[in-house]
């Protein structure tokens, strides 16, 4: 009879203790949070860029999509853009889980206006991005809040960042104004010819007429 009542009390000790694993399994379910890529539009002209933009997951995000030439491309936001008309699809993947931001790309509705392309580059640290400007009254002016700029005109420029993620270069012309937008991704930069940089200043960018 002792016996017995040592065997259910085994038992109910057991039941409590795989009940109280469920339960934390249950809880430790809810709090994954659900992995999300927005976009800020639905359509976006060619050749400019679309910022996306990924919450949830656990934090460290991978862009992927069709025709995207990208390698290493991490951040919370990525910059696409595409040259061809048509529906796109970009990937986000997290902790095991992906979403995708749908939009279309579109033939701007007027031609000539002020441009700068490439309107999305990846680059590695230390790797020099490279932009250039059209249109608009033929004098251009560039800004960026990532880097400071020693000359800023001409209709071309370059900069290298010290950081990754996402940064923007703006031209001005004309009253007129457009970003070029450069996924800075981490990595080993490829072995090609940078222009020097000035001591104590890792972020320097400059115009330069092509």
Known sequence: MKTSHKYQFVSIVTGIAVMGMSLGAISFAQTVTPLVCTSPTATVNQNQAIVLTATGGNGTYVWSGTNLNITNAVGTQFAVSYPAAGNYTVTVSSAGLSAACNFTVVAPATTGALACAPAAQSVVLGQTASVSASGGNGAYVWSSPDISIANPNGSGF??????TGLKTLTVTSGGAT??????????????????????GLPNTGGGFNQ
């Open 158 to 163: 370059s900069a290298s960042y010290a950081s």
């Open 178 to 199: 457009a970003i070029c937008a450069v996924n800075v991704l981490g990595g080993t930069t490829p072995p090609v010819v940078t222009p020097p940089v000035t001591p």
